[in-house]
C-alpha cells in the first residue's frame, strides 16, 4: 500500500508557474509508473505526464509539452510537476498516481493507475 500526499496548487495568473509535489509514504517500486492527470468539471480524467521509473521515459500531452516538466527525487521518495506558461484552461484538480502493474508506455489511461491522491486544485486566471 503507498499514500500519496499532493501540494503546491493554488491560484496564478495566465503566464505564471507553479510546481507541485508528491510526497509517496515509501519507496516507489523499481519498476512503477507514476504519473500526473488532472481533472476539470464537467471533464473526464486525463493524464498529463507520466514517468517510467525503470527507464526514466517521460510522456506528456500534447496540450502541456513544452511547459510542463515532471522529475523525481528518489531520495525524498517525491515526484513533481513543474508548470510553466500556465493557461485558463490548465485550470483543474491536478492528482497524483501510481501503478504497480501498468507497463508505463505512454500516458495511459486513469484506469491503470492503482494509488492516487486526494489532489490539489489549481487555477489560472487570465
Known amino acids: 500500500q503507498v499514500q500519496l500526499v499532493e501540494s503546491g496548487g493554488g491560484s496564478v495568473q495566465a503566464g505564471g508557474s507553479l510546481r507541485l509535489s508528491c510526497a509517496a509514504s515509501?519507496?516507489?517500486?523499481?519498476?512503477?509508473?507514476m504519473g500526473w492527470f488532472r481533472q476539470a468539471p464537467g471533464k473526464e480524467r486525463e493524464g498529463v505526464a507520466v514517468?517510467?521509473?525503470?527507464?526514466?521515459?517521460?510522456y506528456y500531452a500534447d496540450s502541456v509539452k513544452g511547459r510542463f516538466t515532471i522529475s523525481q527525487d528518489n531520495a525524498k521518495n517525491t515526484l513533481y510537476l513543474q508548470m510553466n506558461s500556465l493557461k485558463p484552461e490548465d485550470t483543474a484538480t491536478y492528482y497524483c498516481a501510481a501503478s504497480l502493474t501498468y507497463n508505463c508506455r505512454g500516458l495511459g489511461s486513469a484506469n491503470e493507475f492503482n494509488y492516487w491522491g486526494q489532489g490539489t486544485q489549481v487555477t489560472v486566471s487570465s
Open positions: 515509501r519507496r516507489i517500486a523499481w519498476g512503477a509508473c
Open positions: 514517468y517510467a521509473l525503470y527507464t526514466a521515459s517521460l
